[in-house]
Structures are given as C-alpha cells and as structure tokens.
C-alpha cells in the first residue's frame, strides 16, 4: 500500500490522534506509548488490514486474536450479503484526488454481551435465549475451544470430541479403475445427504481382477451403495457405466455384480486388517506440489502401503499362497485447509509468512484449528464394509490422536493405528547428518514433483516447521529428533 495514501487517512484534532489506517494503527500498537486516540480504537467494520495486523499482533504482547476477528471480504461468511461474492459488483478503487474508497472490514464476531450469553449457556448459567444481530456470525467455537491468545502456552489444540451419528447416508455414484504407479486403484465417488461435496474412496484391492480366488482370506472391499439395484429400470448398462461390475471392464468383459446378500463377515486372522487413511484435500500439497506440507507425499505414501503384498502367517504352507495382494482404502474428504476452505488456507499461508504457525494463522482468520468432521468419512467405511462390529475392523493410517478419537467415538472398530513419519524425517534418521533430507536412490536431492504421486519425499524449511507445529500444538504422535522439542514459531 502506498505510505502516501495512508497520511491522507491520519486526522490530526484538537484531542489528539484519529486512527483512520493500518499503518496508523500498527504505529500505535507497537510505539513506546500509546497515542492520545479521540473515541479509542475503532473496533468493528473499520478498515482494517488483517494481514498488518497480525504483523502488529506478533510484536504487541497485550493483543489477542480477538482484535483482529473481522474479515476483509465483506459479508464473506454471509452469502446474501451485496457484493459478499460476486466480485463482479466490485469496482475497484477510484483514481484521483478523493479518499480512496475501501472495502470495510466486516466484523464476524459477535457482540460482546452476545458470546457472553452464550459462554454462560454453554457453561451452564441461565441466561437470555441468544439471538445474533444482524451482520453477526458467531463465531464461539461449535466443536474446539480456543485460548484467548493464539500463542497462549497451552501447547496442544485438540480438535473435537463428535458423538455419533448414525443418520448421515452415503451412496457410492461411480467407481472406475485407476492405474497407479503404484498399482491398481478403484475410484469410488459418494454423495451424501450432508453436504453437496464429492467425498471419494481410493480403495486398492487388485485381488479383484485376479484370477485366484483370495475372497478365503480376504472378502473383496466392495461398496453396497454401488452394487445394489437402484431401481426397476436400471439396465445392464446402466450398472456398467456407474462400475457395478465384477472383474475387468473390458470390450470383451462385462460382469455386472450383484447386490449383496449379507452383511459383512470377519475374514481369517491369517492377515492383517486393511490399511484405512482418512486424508483431507490439500490442493496445493497434491495439485501444484506445494512443499509447505506434507499432504502429497502422505496421499502417495497411503496407496504405496495400501498395495504392499501381505504377508500370510505360518498357517500357510503353500508357497504361492503366502502372499496376497495388498489391500486398503483411502477416504479422501473435501475438506480443504483442515475444513477452512481454500481461500482462507491461502491467506492463512500469508499469516505464516509473516511468522504465525498453522495454528495461530487459522485463529487469527477467526477459525478453529481443525474445523474438520469425520462422520461421512464413517459412513462409506460402513458402506464399504469396514470398521463395524460385525466386519473387519481397520488399521488406521495417521499421526493425529484427534482423527483416532474421533473415529472411536463413532463407533468405528479401530484395532491398530499405523503411524505415517514424514520420508524426510525416515531418511534423515537412516543419514548420518539429521539435517540432511530428501535424497533419492541415487543420492541426489530431488526436488522437482517430489510431492506427486509417485514422487519422492517433500522437504524444506516450511515443511519442517509445518510438522513440528503439528507435533508440537496438535500433539501429533510423531518423534522429534531431542534438539527440536521446544516450540519456535
Ligand atoms: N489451514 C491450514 N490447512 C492446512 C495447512 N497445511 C495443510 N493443510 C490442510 O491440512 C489437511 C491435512 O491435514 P494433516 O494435519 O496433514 O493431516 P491429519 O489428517 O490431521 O493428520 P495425519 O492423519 O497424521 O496426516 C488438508 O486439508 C490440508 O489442506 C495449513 O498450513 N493451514
């Protein structure tokens, strides 16, 4: 912004200073004394910069998050709200002499005496039935209660603790083959009637296409949804199009499935339980190879595993039955950002440039910190078969203690929890030097598509704080090397 501008916003009075702009602002913040300011600071709808003032919040230690509660875009958390949307109304700003014109800064927290009332319901003491203003969202945590100040000493942020729901239904779209470079894939697309999103199930089980019978050892992870008849009219082709069919889809194949006639059934103890990953869309870790996290190479690193031949115990005496194709199913839910959304995890990103952590960043955009659920994450395990009393249970893919709890308390039936360490952090410790990361077979640094599937480990400066932040605020089950355990934001 041009420092020209801002002078024109600083209103000198008989009283004192006016505060009209960022820059004036972040000077009174971070001066040695505080401004003799006329009417004090405005503190709603004003024209506040966010991104200024977290620059201001880093370095002035009376100031909590709930001075920086607003949002640039206005009314970008109510849809109906002028212009909130469609930047098509948006003219730009005026060009001459004038006050230049600028979005205010709309206020997403409610009154004061509102998140009273509604702490004190929350908290058990009897008060007013609540009921927001006009232009209010309120913000009041539904799930995670967050600490006043975003770099309170608290280390860990825990996520939510759900109940049950048993009334979200799923139903299986279309599945198709995927061809991997890791093998073969199933992609399996879900409604649901919760939300409008696509939610999908990655499922690797190539014994499908096998011309041995493994269904002994392992029933074959089919999704119910998908094979039922779905109506009276349906044709053969129709099953076919939306992937109801058995084997190989091919010009000279064509099985259609049938509907299944019971409910799941355990299989042998001869192998494991299928590998589940419950994994959150991250497009710029997965899409464009972002390395400021470590979703890519988890994404990549879920299928490498899920298609690892098993290992039959001792029981078996054939050879050629000692191993079974490997088997699995990743979730892949569209809840960008851990559930912000896509435009708030790139401003988010902003903050972190301007040394907030994942965490902190999410609070000062007025987030949680993981606004994720895992309820029709549930519901297509139980669709697929998995995780219920009566079928096989699940190994559960994950660093997360939040994402296990939360699993549990829906009733999932969890019998291990398999942890994911970050490749670089794996090589580090097979290196001699714990500094050295990211090396291929080779021993050359990769770097370009390193978070691709298929691509190598992701590494860098961002990611390694990235992770420890996990580890250190989100209480992720993952080991620090002995040097890293304090936080460093
Ligand atoms: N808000 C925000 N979201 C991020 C950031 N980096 C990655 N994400 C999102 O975080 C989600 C993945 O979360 P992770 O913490 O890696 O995974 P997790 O599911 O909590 O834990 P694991 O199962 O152990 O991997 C995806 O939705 C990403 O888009 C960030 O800096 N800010």
Not at 179 to 188: I, R, S
Not at 298 to 319: C, F, G, V
Not at 452 to 476: N, P, S
Request: charged share 25%; hydrophobic share 35%; glycine share 8%.
């Amino acid at each position: 912004m041009d420092a020209h501008v801002h002078e024109t916003f600083l209103t000198h009075t008989d009283n004192g200073l006016q505060i009209d702009s960022d820059l004036a602002l972040l000077d009174a913040l971070t001066g040695p004394a505080l401004p003799n300011i006329k009417g004090g600071f405005k503190r709603r709808d004003s024209d506040l910069d966010p991104l200024l003032l977290a620059a201001a919040a880093a370095s002035g230690p009376g100031v909590t998050r709930n001075h920086y509660h607003h949002d640039f875009f206005p009314g970008v958390m109510l849809p109906k709200a002028e212009g909130s949307w469609d930047w098509t109304k948006w003219k730009g700003e005026p060009v001459g002499t004038r006050p230049i014109q600028r979005y205010a800064y709309v206020s997403r927290q409610a009154p004061r005496h509102l998140r009273q009332k509604l702490e004190n319901k929350e908290n058990g003491v009897p008060g007013q039935p609540l009921r927001p203003a006009d232009n209010t969202f309120l913000t009041t945590p539904k799930r995670t209660r967050v600490p006043s100040h975003p770099t309170s000493t608290s280390p860990f942020i825990s996520a939510p603790t759900p109940t049950p729901s048993k009334d979200v239904e799923v139903k299986c779209m279309a599945r198709t083959r995927i061809p991997t470079p890791h093998g073969l894939a199933f992609l399996h697309l879900y409604h649901n009637n919760r939300d409008n999103k696509e939610h999908l199930a990655i499922i690797v089980d190539p014994a499908q296409l096998s011309d041995t019978d493994y269904s002994i050892f392992a029933p074959p992870i089919r999704s119910r949804s998908l094979d039922a008849v779905w109506s009276d009219s349906e044709t053969e082709m129709d099953r076919l199009t939306r992937g109801a069919y058995i084997g190989r889809l091919s010009p000279s194949s064509r099985t259609v499935s049938s509907p299944m006639s019971q409910s799941p059934s355990r299989p042998t103890d001869l192998i494991p339980s299928p590998l589940i990953r419950i994994h959150s869309e991250c497009f710029t870790g997965e899409t464009i190879g972002s390395m400021r996290c470590d979703c890519g190479e988890q994404l990549d690193e879920a299928i490498r595993l899920m298609s690892q031949p098993i290992s039959m115990s001792s029981l078996s005496t054939s050879a050629a039955a000692q191993h079974i194709p490997g088997r699995g199913v990743i979730v892949y839910l569209r809840q960008e950002g851990r559930g912000i959304g896509l435009l708030s995890k790139i401003r988010a990103y902003n903050l972190q440039d301007l040394g907030h952590d994942t965490v902190t960043a999410n609070l000062l955009l007025g987030h949680m910190a993981d606004e994720r659920g895992y309820e029709i994450a549930i519901a297509i395990l139980r669709d697929l078969g998995l995780g219920s009393e009566s079928g096989e249970g699940v190994r559960l893919l994950t660093n997360n203690p939040d994402k296990v709890k939360a699993m549990e308390n829906e009733g999932l039936r969890v019998v291990e929890r398999v942890p994911m360490v970050p490749r670089s952090w794996r090589k580090r410790g097979q290196q001699a030097s714990p500094h050295v990361v990211g090396f291929d077979d080779d021993g050359g640094e990769r770097t370009a598509g390193a978070t691709m599937v298929g691509g190598d480990a992701v590494h860098g400066e961002d990611l390694e704080k990235y992770l420890r932040t996990k580890v250190l605020r989100m209480g992720h089950m993952l080991p620090l090397f002995p040097q890293e355990t304090s936080y460093a934001a």
